[in-house]
Structures are given as structure tokens and as C-alpha cells.
């Protein structure tokens, strides 16, 4: 580093690191004790969070919880905690690499088919389906709360409950639209176009194998009946390599891809999800759903230490 940098105003040094990103601003606050000054000051931490950040935080439940002694504090604060806001129907957090907006559309206010009756769906905090032979779940987001010029992907986050049935080798339908809004697919495509999906971790193992063994669902099985035999491994299609798989989350939550879609530069649109199973006809029980999220698409970065 060039000795004339350490003769620069602080203030000087502040609005150039301002300029650049979070990720740079950490690794810049080791060169001097003036850049480390600089990397922990309000202007700068100010200009990483979203332009609208107080607007969100007085969306929170407990916005007082949020109440920092700095602007970088509450940035990794929004990074690590996703905060609740809309009256806990939805969160929101902040990508650690980017600062960019990320949300989590809870299950409550999902559009949930036969959600409204108590012999179908439990909603305590999550949704719990109890019994049903299809699965209709929708969501939306308008694309002004979300950061402008992302990519985003879309994820449907579940988990099983200890009695759970029908998901083994079950095919569901998982779509991403963006209506208006001026983007359009991410740099892999996808809005508004159907994927398969497959809910049940096992599935993915035994779709590699090439081989389709009941063993999960014989084991639910047998509780019903003694007389059952443990049925024999048949081929599986190719299809199901092919389809997206479920993903174990660090929160012990399970995630499966939905699609990818850009935001454009601010114009107003809407984004539109989907989660469908209205075909078999076979009757479900045991899923828990969290929300649908929705993140900027992963980038290759290291990790960011608080510093």
C-alpha cells in the first residue's frame, strides 16, 4: 500500500471505502489503524444497507430489538438474524457478500389449498399437513421490496414430521414467474417455467443408484399391516435424475430449488410461486412448511469475519 493513503482525511478514506462492498471493506480495516478506523464508521456501513432499511425495520415485530451502537453491527446483525416484520409473516435478511436484500414468505401467508380447514393444514407457527390427496401452494412478492438488478433463486423450505406419507418417489410441480418488473429469467433461465421436483431426501441417493427401493415408505407401511413383504427393487426412470432434489440447511430445514429470476433496474412487477401436486391423486400427511425464500444467487466469495 502506497504510505500517501495514510495521509488522507479519514473522511477521505471513508467515502472510497464506501464505494467499494462490505467483503472489501472487512479485509481493508488489517492494512492501517486509519483504514480500520474508516471500515467501522456509520457513513460507510450506511451506504451497505439497503437504501430503505428504516422503512423495514418499522415493518418489524420488535423493531426496538434492532436499537445498535453502529450501522455495522446492525448490518451483521440483518445478515445473521433474519428479523420478523409484516406482522411475522414474512423475514427479512441481508446477504452477507452482497448486502442485498433476501426474504423468507412464511407459511401463514402462503395461498394454501384447503388451508382454511382444520382436517387438512395446522398452522401453529408453520404450516402441518395433516391429510390430503394434492398439494396447491402459492405464493408472491413485488419485485420493488427486493433489490434491483439481482438475480434471485427461489427455494421451497419443508421439513417431514416423524409420521410422514406419500412423498417417497413423488414428483411435484415447482414454478417461478415474474410478471412485469422488466426482468426475466436469471443467468440460468427458469421464470415461469415448470421443474420437477422431488421432496424426499432418499429419492436423490436411490435415483443415482438407478434402483427404486420402497424401503421408507415399507417401513411406514408395516405399521398397518403385518402381512406386507418388503416389496423388490425396480428400475427407475431416467426422469429422476434429472428433476431437483432437496438440500439439508444448516437449520436443520430441508430447501429445494424452485428457479431463478432477475429483477431489473426498479420497475414494478410481481413474482409469482408455486408448489404443485394435483395429479396422483394420493393422499399425503406429514409436511411441514416454513415459507418459500427468496436470495440472491450464490456467488464465490470467502467468508467475511466480524472485524
Known sequence: MSPSFHLLPEECVSNIMSLTSALEACRSSAASPVFRSAADSDYVWERFLPSDYKEIISRAVDPLGLDFASKKELYFRLCNDP???????M??????????KCYMIGARKLSIAWGDDPHYWR??????????CWLKIRGKIQTRMLSPETTYVAKFVYKFAEEVFGFDYQPIDVSVELVGGGGGGGEGGGAGKVQTAYLNPSDQQNAQLGMLNNEG?????????????????VRLPQEMLEGQHPQERGDGWLEVEMGEFYTGRGEDGEVKLSVMEVKSGHWKYGLIIQGIELKPKEKETKA???V
Not at 83 to 89: A, M, N, P, Q, S
Open 123 to 132: 398452522f401453529p407457527k408453520v404450516a402441518e399437513l395433516v391429510h390430503a
Open 217 to 233: 415408505l415399507f417401513r411406514r407401511t408395516l405399521r398397518l399391516s403385518t402381512s406386507i413383504s418388503s416389496p423388490t427393487p
Open 83 to 89: 428479523i420478523l416484520v409484516d406482522d411475522g409473516y
Open 91 to 100: 423475514s427479512f435478511a441481508l446477504d452477507k457478500w452482497t448486502g442485498k
Open 304 to 306: 467475511i469475519k466480524y
